[in-house]
């Protein structure tokens, strides 16, 4: 429940900024960061209801899924942790304000997010050879 609100405050948060912007500054608006960032904040939504909805009743029910189903837990997993990563960074960072295009941050983003992908699955791999290996 906390974090359903917390999802909610944070995409009325920042519907309200752009409703700001339009009113009060306009110009912001044509800022690529500010729509970089809403598209990413929604991903990140929509991905955490995906989540809540499907993923978790698995995980819950079969502790076994998530090593019998890596695609469908690392996947996730990396659009989440990458979308939040990316989102914290494009809020810190001010000097690519009217700089960076709408298409380069979303290039950015998907190569996090594949880079997440790449590193959990290679850990992942090296576990499951660790875990065959004999003992001895």
């Known amino acids: 429940m906390a974090l359903r609100s917390g999802f909610t405050l944070l995409l009325i948060s920042g519907f309200g ?3 700001y912007y339009w009113l009060k500054s306009p110009e912001l608006l044509s800022n690529p960061k500010i729509w970089a960032k809403t598209a990413i904040v929604t991903i990140a939504a929509v991905n955490g209801f995906w989540i809540e909805r499907k993923l978790l009743p698995f995980t819950e029910r079969d ?3 998530a090593a019998s189903s890596p695609l ?3 996947v996730p997993l990396s659009i989440s942790w990458g979308s939040w990563t ?3 960074v494009l809020g810190a960072w001010k000097s690519i304000n009217f700089v960076a295009s709408f ?3 979303m290039g950015a983003y998907v190569a996090i997010v594949l880079f997440i992908a790449c590193v959990l699955f290679i850990l ?3 576990r499951v050879e660790n875990s065959l290996a004999p003992r001895g």
């Open 17 to 19: 900024l752009i409703l």
């Open 72 to 74: 469908k837990v690392i």
């Open 63 to 65: 502790r076994l899924f």
């Open 124 to 126: 992942r791999a090296m």
């Open 86 to 88: 990316s989102a914290f």
């Open 103 to 105: 298409q380069f941050l």
